[in-house]
């Protein structure tokens, strides 16, 4: 078990004149949770994790963390895309419903629950997110010619958002991280088809939509690629303030074998918390990972150091690789592959932080 130094007291707010205790709000409590476990710890999530693996599929209470390291993530990411279209299974087949018990469980856990959404063009819903051949962000913001059919996808999302209640009714809090990597041009809403005015209009009306049109609450990342080396570059395409509360960073480029660059991602890295810091906001590496784990000693050598040898950078709050697909795509290790070692020790690290760490700092 490791050490904690900061106490937090979350479940209710007091209310003064002696008034009945308050609930506090879920997502303002994940939110502190998160401020407050920056200084302390980094939060090891995956995505996909209770699904599949490799070698794998939808056998309850496996996940390729735990059979290597002994415990769950710490935080499980999942993805929407096709859910506008009202697919039945995700980009990477996982069905909906089978999702929904993923995150409830994973909630019920102690986890933290993240999504991104990878849509299909509302112009045409055949081209994917990465279909690039035609321009579509200024066609379904407010005004463009495809903006009610966007709000359509929207309504879809906001349904499957709506349905993630414990058996209790609450509400399951979780981060959306909407429009990411924009700063590249492998998307429709990237930088080569929209304006960075166009884009902040995209993020923002989502977001808007989804809270103020759909009554959902929940917290809200920015995660430029690692396509910035100023704070002035990374704030290009920054919708505000006033409706991000995740300040992020994918970043797989800079961990390429080949053409890695350790020190470039800290620096990056360091931008992220020192603007989250500014606006009192909370910051996290919200992707990475190198595709088969080419390196045995990649999680020691070149993922931890990133953030762990910079006191500033250390203070994300957490870091997500992505999906374990099979034995040709997967981006953290598994029980019986050669970087297996390596994630041990990397995650068994004062400063990382698996579900037993995240639920013990919790407790205290």
């Known amino acids: 078990m490791k050490k904690f130094i900061v106490i937090i007291l979350s479940g209710v707010l007091f209310a003064s004149c002696g008034s009945a205790p308050v609930a506090e709000n879920p997502v303002d409590v994940l939110f502190e949770q998160l401020k407050s476990v920056g200084d302390n710890g980094v939060l090891y999530g995956h995505q996909d994790d209770l699904a599949y693996g ?59 629950i993240t999504f ?95 809270k103020d049109e759909k009554g959902l609450d929940f917290l809200t990342a920015y995660s430029p690629d690692n396509r910035f080396n100023t704070e002035e570059e990374y704030l290009t395409w920054y919708p505000g303030d006033d409706i991000v509360d995740i300040i992020g960073m994918d970043n797989y480029g800079d961990f390429r074998v080949g053409a890695e660059n350790v020190e470039a991602a800290t620096k990056k890295l360091e931008i992220v918390v020192n603007y989250a810091n500014k606006v009192d906001k909370v910051a996290a590496f919200t992707e990475s990972g190198l595709d088969k784990v080419t390196d045995d000693q990649w999680f020691t050598r070149k993922l931890g150091p990133a953030f762990l040898q910079s006191k500033i950078a250390a203070q994300i709050a957490y870091v997500m690789l992505w999906r374990n697909a099979d034995t040709t795509h997967f981006f953290s290790t598994y029980s019986g592959h050669s970087s297996e070692n390596d994630f041990k020790e990397f995650v068994s690290r004062e400063k990382i932080w698996l579900l037993e760490d995240w639920n013990e700092f919790k407790r205290r």
């Open 116 to 210: 991104s959404w990878h849509p299909y063009s509302a112009v045409d819903n055949t081209k994917s997110s990465w279909d690039t051949d035609q321009r579509v962000v200024e066609h379904i913001i407010p005004g463009g010619s495809h903006h009610e059919a966007f709000k359509i996808q929207l309504d879809a999302v906001a349904a499957f958002f709506s349905s993630l209640k414990t058996q209790d009714g609450q509400n399951v809090p979780f981060i959306f991280r909407p429009w990411h990597e924009m700063d590249g041009g492998w998307f429709w809403w990237g930088s080569t088809l929209c304006s960075p005015e166009e884009f902040k209009t995209l993020f923002r009306f989502t977001v808007e939509y989804l």
């Open 54 to 112: 490799v070698n794998w599929a939808y056998e309850e209470g496996r996940s390729d963390t735990k059979e290597a390291a002994g415990d769950y993530p710490a935080l499980f990411g999942w993805e929407l895309g096709g859910i506008e279209l009202g697919h039945s299974v995700n980009l990477d087949s996982v069905p909906f419903n089978k999702m929904r018990q993923f995150v409830l469980s994973g909630y019920e856990m102690g986890a933290v």
